[in-house]
């Protein structure tokens, strides 16, 4: 026991823990974008899983590991970006140069962008989950009409611009944390540049499939 | 060849530093950095000036006492090389060159351009060795290693510990450095009965001196003189990994 608190308490067991939740997060993000895929079938296929999804009783439990996800993942990650603030001491009028020849641009920004998603998450939520109810009704069984709240969302030039904005902060970020999860679990070894253009894969194809569903919305919704 | 340098000059620890110009002739491009610096600092005496402090010792690549940012790479523009190693032919005549200390909060500044680097030092201190008696050499084939382990270890075991990595990392963060010391030993079955007390007390050292954690950039595995691989980060987290289930 005493070992794994020695562990947990480390650097490297903080970052193990950011690694696992970050993977954690990757996996909800990705089902999450492929369940609103649902939206180019028709309404009724997408309020119908959003109905399923929502009156299964171990949504619960979801979603209390997802908060616990984000909290261990972001309060993790903000103290050690902190920790790494104090640790680079500059002289008053030193140079910061361009001495990371080759640090990866998400790589410097992580602590930024995720930021960013955080914002957009706490928004999101409150857009949708804690947003108008439109009832609508499919085979006799009442259920929310969230196809027509995002297409009314979408509908907003501004609104979608924002959640653009934010898949491609989305974009960034998981195009570097998703293969350096990896890394930090102690996985990336002699197959790092597969795991890498994994990463930028996962990355496109998140970022990407959320990206067309607010486009489609402004142009097409409602037709 | 004639070149304009702008030098970090920093009296002690806590004393207020600066950058300095100083114009340079005579610089032949056959020289080495730390050659330049040795003409510019005997001009400086003859002036009547302080010359200025920098480390080195071999001056062949492989002592790890060099150090220096120039133009804000570690060790310079070229890759796996060290600064004593670096010539004068990568610059150009005329070239403004910028020559800074490591920064670095657990690296502090000794003065001008020499650094404090004992935190290395204690980090080692803590777990980066083999506690057997050593005796005589011993016979070469009682143990059998593979020859791909053999060369994996030397690879890890050639990190002459500069603090390039260090010095290059947005965060300061001396796990490359922590990595090639554990990768080293933890792949030969001498580093075996201290597996776990070895990462253990290094990484714990290494939290406490005030580097910064591993945020993955691969800035370190660039600026690296020995090109010392992120694998052997990969491969301390799990040492790490490891060492949480063993006693």
Known sequence: MASLKIFLKSS??????????????????????????????????????GHRLITNPLIYVAEVGLLVMF????GLALKLALENKVARALAPSQNPSNCEKDARFGSRYMALTGILVLVFVVLH?????????????????????????????????????????????????????????????GLFSVRQCLIKKLGWLFALIVAGGFFIQPIYGYFYGGN | MKLQLKIWRQNGPSAPGGFKDYPIDNVSPDMSFLEMLDVLNVELVKKGETPVEFDHDCREGICGSCSLMINGNAHGPETGTATCQLHMRKFKDGDTVVVEPWRAKAFP???????????????????????????????????LIGHDTAESAMDSAACIGCGA????????SAMLFVSAKVSHLAQLPQGHPERAKRVRGMVTQMDKE??????????????????????????????????????
């Open chain 1, 125 to 185: 939520l409150i857009t949708f989950k804690y947003g108008p109810y439109y009832p609508v009704t499919y085979n006799g069984v009442e259920m929310r009409d969230l196809h027509k709240l995002i297409i009314e969302k979408f509908k907003s030039p501004l609104y979608s611009g924002w959640y653009l904005f934010s898949m491609l902060v989305l974009f960034v970020h998981l195009a570097h944390g998703f293969s350096a999860s990896f890394q930090s679990l």
């Open chain 1, 12 to 49: 490297v067991g903080r970052k193990f823990l950011v690694g696992l939740t970050g993977l954690g997060l990757s996996g909800f993000v990705l089902t999450h974008m492929a369940g609103n895929m649902l939206m180019f079938v028709s309404p009724e296929a997408y309020n119908t899983y």
């Open chain 2, 109 to 143: 500044v000794i003065k001008d351009l020499a650094t404090d680097r004992t935190a290395f030092d204690r980090i080692m201190a803590a777990g980066g060795f083999v506690s057997v008696n050593t005796g005589n050499a011993p016979e070469a084939n009682s143990i």
């Open chain 2, 165 to 172: 990595c260090v010095a290059a990392c947005k965060n300061s």
């Open chain 1, 71 to 74: 909290v261990v993942h972001m």
């Open chain 2, 210 to 247: 005030g580097f910064g954690n591993c945020s993955n950039t691969g800035a370190c595995e660039a600026a690296c003189p020995k090109e010392i691989k992120l694998e052997n980060i990969a491969r301390l987290n799990r040492e790490m990994m490891r060492a949480a289930f063993t006693e």
